[in-house]
């Protein structure tokens, strides 16, 4: 038997969940891009092609991304773990035009190994997190190796299509 309080357990037997680590951002009023890293990104749906993330509710970003209409996904690359830092936290979650790039009128970091553009479909709140639904509006992918997320710590993944990693 596990041992500590239910949710320090709960959250321990999570992080044997090895993740990607992804970066979602959007667009708020006065055109002001923000972001949030995210490592809650499943795909829900393929016809049509949904996919869903969870917010918490106790982020200070919580009313700008329960808000957005549509918001974009950065898969992170594994050379993209100063982002990860970075973005979980709300200090540093603006984002410049010169690091981002418009895709499907949404945008996403010019990094990262993919990319998917998505407007709100569905919002569901569990607990203290809301469920944001997505459609997909368009989606690109790059090689390279992934950034992941592991027992709390960031690691790798090389991409088995290039066996000599990058
Ligand atoms: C690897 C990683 C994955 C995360 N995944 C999520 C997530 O899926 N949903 C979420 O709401 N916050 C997630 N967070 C936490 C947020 O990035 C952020 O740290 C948190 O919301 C607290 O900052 P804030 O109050 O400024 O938003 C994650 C953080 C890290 C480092």
Redesign the pocket.
């Known amino acids: 038997m596990e041992e500590g309080a239910p949710d320090q357990i709960f959250r321990r037997v999570m992080s044997a969940f090895a993740t990607g680590?992804t970066v979602v951002s959007a667009t708020g009023a006065g055109g002001r891009m923000a972001g949030?890293?995210?490592?809650?990104?499943t795909s829900v749906s393929l016809n049509p092609r949904l996919l869903l993330?969870?917010?918490?509710d106790?982020?200070?970003?919580?009313d700008f991304f329960a808000a957005a209409e549509t918001w974009g996904v950065t898969m992170l690359g594994a050379a993209d773990e100063a982002q990860?830092?970075r973005?979980?936290?709300?200090e540093s979650?603006a984002i410049e035009p010169s690091e981002a790039e418009m895709f499907a009128n949404v945008p996403v970091l010019q990094t990262g190994v993919a990319h998917i553009a998505c407007r709100t479909h569905d919002r569901r709140q569990a607990g203290d997190?809301l469920l944001i639904i997505g459609e997909v509006l368009d989606l690109k992918v790059k090689p390279g190796p992934a950034l992941t997320?592991f027992r709390g710590s960031y690691g790798r993944a090389d991409d088995p299509r290039e066996p000599s990693g990058s």
Not at 53 to 56: D, I, R, T
């Open positions: 680590v949030i890293t995210v490592n809650s990104l993330w969870c917010l918490g106790q982020s200070e970003r919580y990860a830092r973005f979980a936290r709300a979650e997190h997320f």
